[in-house]
């Protein structure tokens, strides 16, 4: 009887654990619509046409759960402003040329590159400075493609693509996704250090004016 019930017991765990679906890393995306970002952009060789630009924009125009979708607005050398929709899928592995990546992912941590049809390894991270301000900054190498990308967003910040004939850099100038440092601060911390210097001053400033009333006070009338 006993053998019975366990080998029921063995029955059903089984089926309970076919049923239960694998756990699925949820794709996170580290941009919104409106963000944008500003590239400078230089060529070397002899790049085709549509390569062949000196600075570009990318902004986000739309984003439905790991779908994407951003505007790219080039100028060219010779001055001939383009622009297109990009879709990109950040859990298909649709990145174009690692335009946007998963945000915080950390070293040795991969994302899905469709075009080469296999995980591309996080290799490092560092603090650098991108569009006026220090961030942390991964990257990623192949035989083609240095990649740098904001931690935080998952947007790329530097890149150097060398094609059959030419090679494309660009470096990340100007950008709404964070704000410019001043004097090396982040503007919240700045902002807190305004905010106690102010408190300071009046804190000092009331002591001042309470002394000296104190002062008059204790002073020997005049006869």
Known sequence: ????????????MAIAFLAVEPAIPEVS???????????????????PEQHNVKWARMEIVDVQGPEVKANVTTEANNGTISSLIMPLNLEKGEIGAWFIIHSNLKLGDTFYDINLERNITIEGQEQLEYA???RTVTNA????????????TGVFVMSIDTLPGFSVNATA????????????LEPE???????IVGYVIIVIAVALILRRRSFRKSSPKKT
Request: charged letters at 25%; aromatic letters at 12%.
């Open 1 to 12: 009887m006993r053998k019975k019930y366990f080998s029921v017991f063995v029955v059903v």
């Open 29 to 47: 995306v580290g941009v919104k619509q409106g963000d944008w970002i500003e590239y400078e952009v230089t060529t070397g060789g002899n790049p």
């Open 132 to 134: 006026d301000a220090m």
């Open 141 to 152: 190498t192949t035989s083609e493609r240095i990649k740098r990308w904001d931690k935080a």
């Open 173 to 184: 100038t100007k950008t709404n996704m964070w704000s410019s440092q001043i004097l090396g």
């Open 189 to 195: 911390i700045l902002g807190s250090f305004v905010i």
